[in-house]
């Protein structure tokens, strides 16, 4: 067994026995590109992203002796990050992120073969990004990173029939939004 297929339960487990440093850049190394999106979907400021990143992912390795393993690792991670947008867009008091001009121009590049296709993505981008930070957190938890409504509750701090209110409510936003694309 490679080490990329072996469980983050299992490095965390062999880290607690031996303190050795290469265990934990492993479970940050598997971190840091899922967290990375999750905070740029949530805020939207490159220059931001990447502290955030830095905050959170500093703050699981101070914090990995606290990890009581009732939750997957995975939860327990992106709940410090939800924690640490949520602070941040308390202390910006920016209730609604912009997106940013360099993320719509990546986009267009990506897509420059399709105006159909870049102007669609660029509105689902703005409309994603107009949306309240519990909801956009909520569908991005669910939908882009896969977590069940159960750990996405876990997350956030709240019920799972709150995740599931809040991605009904995101939905039915976005497809108003997006009704002359559907």
Known sequence: MTDDELPAQEILAQYRKSKEPALLDELVRRNIN?????????????????DLVQDVLLSVVRNIDQFRGESALSTWIYRIAANRVKRYLEQTQRAVPTVEIEQLETVADRHRDSPETNELKQMIDTAIAELSPALRSAMLLTTIEGFTPDEAAEIEGCTAANIHWRVHKARTILKEKLKKYF
């Open 34 to 50: 899922p967290i990375y999106r999750f905070i740029a979907s949530m805020i939207g400021k490159r220059e931001a992203v990447d």
